[in-house]
Nanobody, 113 residues
């Protein structure tokens, strides 16, 4: 059974940084990605990482967001810097492409002063 557990979300001031984590079980050696969903909006792609560590970040987030993975811990991370209020959303991890059966509970990131 695949389980993806996101954690690390918090309330952060604009300009701040945060790292969220996704611990995976029941799945290994897959391309993984982060997605986010803001209130009233559709879920959108944030960043992905291949099984060999090649990364890609959404164009409008490039330079601020970085995705990494720890193969030993089977965990994927999203480092977010220079956070803006428009980054406020619930952040989810999943495979890339996503699998509808794998969505977890997400982790809430709120950027506000």
């Amino acid at each position: 059974q695949v389980q993806l557990v996101e954690s690390g979300g918090d309330l952060v001031q604009p300009g701040g940084s945060l790292r969220v984590s996704c611990a995976a079980s029941g799945i290994r050696n897959r391309a993984m990605a982060w997605y986010r969903q803001a209130p009233g909006k559709q879920r959108e792609f944030v960043a992905r990482i291949s099984i060999t560590g090649v990364t890609s970040v959404a164009n409008d987030l490039r330079g601020r967001f970085t995705i990494t993975r720890d193969y030993d811990k089977n965990t994927v991370y999203l480092q977010m810097n220079n956070l803006k209020p428009e980054d406020t959303a619930k952040y989810y991890c999943n495979t890339y492409p996503s699998n509808s059966d794998y969505w977890g509970q997400g982790t809430q990131v709120t950027v506000s002063s």
